[in-house]
């Protein structure tokens, strides 16, 4: 008897647990809905998200209000991209102001959700994204079609701190991809191939820039050669920088790229870290 009602007490206490899952999920979905509701995407596009992934042919696909579509393989975390790039504007601290015929360079573009923001608000800017990842990049390329801005540039390429080819691994989804093959975390790296490589001079010389009023870096790891190895000459013609600085890719240190940039004529706001891995830089020219 006192078997049995061990027994009982313990499928309760699961169904109870279980229940409690499901509310938790059920909140947090809701949460996340109205969230992503405020960013503008449409109502059909948040009910339908969860779907589309589970479809024979799976996608990731966010529809917003203003008729922009973005869409991205299953396994992309586009949902928390799309809030941090769309909705809490996490590269742009203040409002993001562009001068007709701004340019604006994107370094680890992914499928493109900062470039879409920018040229979707400011159709008079020039953006150029890089995308190293042949996969993501074809993402990218499809979604800036499919939303007919042609005021961006795709370059399937990575951009580091020596011209050439190296090595892509990935670490866990796409937005992960990196040029690093190791990290302090105990990651699992996965060899993608070769991957062309472009310094920042080799951006600007390919493109003709004699001025980029916005540099936007999330390129795991990458940033501090990216930054470090560019000439003074291509620095003095960046007016604004935002990226999102890592932790335990490489040996440097986000203060680092701090000081860096407050010796070139920057001042910089330096971000509390969001976890163990990063967090975010703005730097904006002195005038």
Not at 6 to 30: D, F, H, I, K, P
Not at 108 to 125: I, K, N, Q, R, T
Not at 129 to 149: H, K, M, T, Y
Not at 232 to 237: M, N, Q, S, V
Request: hydrophobic content about 40%; charged content about 25%; proline content about 6%.
């Amino acid at each position: 008897m006192a078997l049995r009602e061990t027994e009982a007490r313990r499928q309760e206490a699961s169904e109870v647990a279980g229940r409690g899952r499901w509310v938790n999920r059920l909140a947090n979905y809701v949460r996340t809905g109205v969230a992503l509701a405020k960013g503008g995407v449409t109502l059909s596009s948040i009910l339908l998200f969860p779907i589309r992934r589970r479809l024979p042919h799976p996608r990731c696909e966010l529809r917003l209000k203003n008729g922009v579509t973005i869409v991205s393989p299953p396994e992309e975390p586009l949902l928390s991209m799309f809030l941090d790039i769309w909705a809490t504007s996490c590269y742009a601290q203040r409002p993001l102001e562009l001068p007709r015929g701004a340019t604006v360079i994107d370094v680890g573009a992914h499928v493109g959700l900062f470039a879409l923001w920018v040229a979707a608000s400011h159709p008079e800017a020039n953006v150029i994204a890089l995308e190293p990842s042949p996969g993501i990049c074809g993402f990218l390329r499809d979604n800036v079609s499919r939303n007919r801005l042609e005021n961006i540039t795709v370059l399937q390429a990575a951009c580091g701190g020596h011209s050439g080819e190296e090595l892509l691994y990935a670490r866990g989804p796409g937005a992960m991809n990196t040029l690093y093959a190791r990290d302090l975390y105990g990651s699992q790296f996965r060899l993608l191939g070769k991957t062309p490589v472009l310094t920042l001079d080799d951006v600007f010389e390919r493109f003709a820039i004699e001025s980029c009023e916005f540099l936007k870096l999330d390129c795991e790891g990458a940033e501090y050669e990216i930054l470090f190895k560019a000439s003074a000459d291509t620095l003095r013609k960046v007016e604004r920088i935002s990226l999102e600085y890592h932790m335990g890719v490489t040996d440097q240190a986000p203060q680092e790229l701090a000081d860096f940039l407050g010796a070139r004529g920057f001042e910089v706001a330096l971000l509390p870290p969001l976890d163990v891995e990063g967090g975010y830089l703005h730097a904006v020219r002195r005038k």
